[in-house]
T-cell receptor, first 117, second 112 residues
């Protein structure tokens, strides 16, 4: 089956620093990758959609200058949380969709737990 | 009003019971309906996918969609302790749609 990995699986950083999270599709080419945020006992909220080689599309209310997304290749997307604050502490999950635009299935990574102190 | 409503639970049932999980939605444009299972501190995995109205069965799992009522269900037969997880419904308007809208998730515990 299609596998998506995320690195790191958890990270603790100090307020004001930046953190980079990687999302990789291991055995398929992901033309589209999605970044979600999940607060405790809440659902997944889509933050942004990125297509390989183009700028990410951000959901309403998500600061594009704070959450920098780069989808440089068909197997790698990165999310950088800049100038992190404690309220950015959350579970960040990426997903990837393979090839065809008609494909419905998104394969999810295991998530990255970010704690900002 | 949220686009997708799902009772967060928690729901606790004995092993072997039939479990019924449900979501309601308000956007009549939704055509594609999915159920994901998420174990603690893990990413979601796709369980079932259905298009439009009707039933779909896969082993112990049955997904039902009633578009007239804007209501979808997931049934789990012969529930096992390993089924203990959070179940999220998700839906989209087009097959190739970029955006999935998720329910809040229902936390399920199957007691041995």
């Amino acid at each position: 089956g299609a596998v998506v990995s995320q690195h790191p699986s958890w990270v603790i950083c100090k307020s004001g620093t930046s953190v980079k999270i990687e999302c990789r599709s291991l055995d398929f080419q992901a033309t589209t990758m999605f970044w979600y945020r999940q607060f405790p006992k809440q659902s997944l909220m889509l933050m942004a959609t990125s297509n390989e080689g183009s700028k990410a599309t951000y959901e309403q209310g998500v600061e594009k200058d704070k959450f920098l997304i780069n989808h440089a290749s068909l197997t790698l997307s990165t999310l950088t949380v800049t100038s992190a604050h404690p309220e950015d502490s959350s579970f960040y999950i990426c997903s990837a969709r393979e090839g065809s635009r008609d494909s419905y299935e998104q394969y999810f990574g295991p998530g990255t737990r970010l704690t900002v102190t | 009003q949220k686009e997708v409503e799902q009772d967060p639970g928690p729901l606790s049932v004995p092993e072997g019971a039939i479990v019924s999980l449900n979501c309601t939605y308000s956007n009549s444009a939704f055509q594609y309906f999915m159920w994901y299972r998420q174990y603690s501190r893990k990413g979601p995995e796709l369980l079932m996918y259905t298009y439009s109205s009707g039933n779909k069965e896969d082993g112990r799992f049955t997904a039902q969609v009633d578009k007239s009522s804007k209501y979808i269900s997931l049934f789990i037969r012969d529930s096992q302790p390993s089924d203990s997880a959070t179940y999220l419904c998700a839906m989209s308007a087009r097959q190739g749609a970029q955006k999935l809208v998720f329910g809040q998730g229902t936390r399920l515990t199957i007691n041995p």
